[in-house]
T-cell receptor, first 115, second 113 residues
Framework: DSGVTQTPKHLITATGQRVTLRCSPR?????VYWYQQSLDQGLQFLIQ???????AKGNILERFSAQQFPDLHSELNLSSLELGDSALYFC??????????????FGPGTRLTVL | AQSVTQLGSHVSVSEGALVLLRCNYS??????LFWYVQYPNQGLQLLLK??????LVKGINGFEAEFKKSETSFHLTKPSAHMSDAAEYFC???????????FGTGTRLQVFP
């Protein structure tokens, strides 16, 4: 158990819908990262937040957005869903930001299925 | 730009045999390299990482990896495979000046009795 929690574990929805994925980082961790794992694209970095502020962006679509709240939990919002958005979405957390030696701890993931 | 290539999407070994999972990187700056393992229906777990210093890095579960700058490689090895090592293994590199992890495509390790 990494200490990172993600809810829900599974999510099934229809095209065009909007969903919210939630992540609680390990106690004391200030950075939260979101990754998407799909058969087509592999594991891809989406976005990073540090202490409530967006710090880095990766291959995140404009239909996707995220935020980190004062209690440090984070939400990833996916809208106008398409079949290709079906994937495993992982959240990771680390103590700090800008420190490449910092270990990222991954949550168990949310499996999103878009029908 | 940094990238990672994992040679072999599937590797099969017998229990007790040597495990060798290959990873080559491309980076214009000194890389920080990682190996993660993903067990079925679970998240990723850090096996080991190379930052600076000693080029032979020891990780959990008996795994180790050696950073070879001349070969731009960071191969993962374990002397004796165990059934519980069956999983998917990902090599990753961080982009310079950021915390972004760039992952390889993964290698699925099967261990036969």
């Amino acid at each position: 158990d990494s200490g990172v929690t993600q809810t829900p574990k599974h999510l099934i929805t229809a095209t065009g819908q909007r969903v919210t994925l939630r992540c609680s980082p390990r106690s004391g961790d200030l950075s939260v990262y979101w990754y998407q794992q799909s058969l087509d694209q592999g594991l891809q970095f989406l976005i990073q937040y540090y202490n409530g502020e967006e710090r880095a962006k990766g291959n995140i679509l404009e239909r996707f957005s995220a935020q980190q709240f004062p209690d440090l939990h984070s939400e990833l919002n996916l809208s106008s869903l398409e079949l290709g958005d079906s994937a495993l979405y992982f959240c990771a957390s680390s103590v700090a930001a800008g420190v490449r030696t910092d270990t990222q701890y991954f949550g168990p993931g949310t499996r999103l299925t878009v029908l | 730009a940094q990238s990672v290539t994992q040679l072999g999407s599937h590797v099969s070994v017998s229990e007790g045999a040597l495990v060798l999972l290959r990873c080559n990187y491309s980076s214009s700056v000194p890389p920080y390299l990682f190996w993660y393992v993903q067990y079925p229906n679970q998240g990723l777990q850090l096996l080991l990482k190379y930052t600076t210093g000693a080029t032979l890095v020891k990780g959990i579960n008996g795994f180790e990896a050696e950073f070879k700058k001349s070969e731009t490689s960071f191969h993962l090895t374990k002397p004796s495979a165990h059934m519980s090592d069956a999983a998917e293994y990902f090599c990753a590199v961080t982009l310079s000046y950021t915390d972004k992890l760039i992952f390889g495509t993964g290698t699925r390790l099967q261990v036969f009795p």
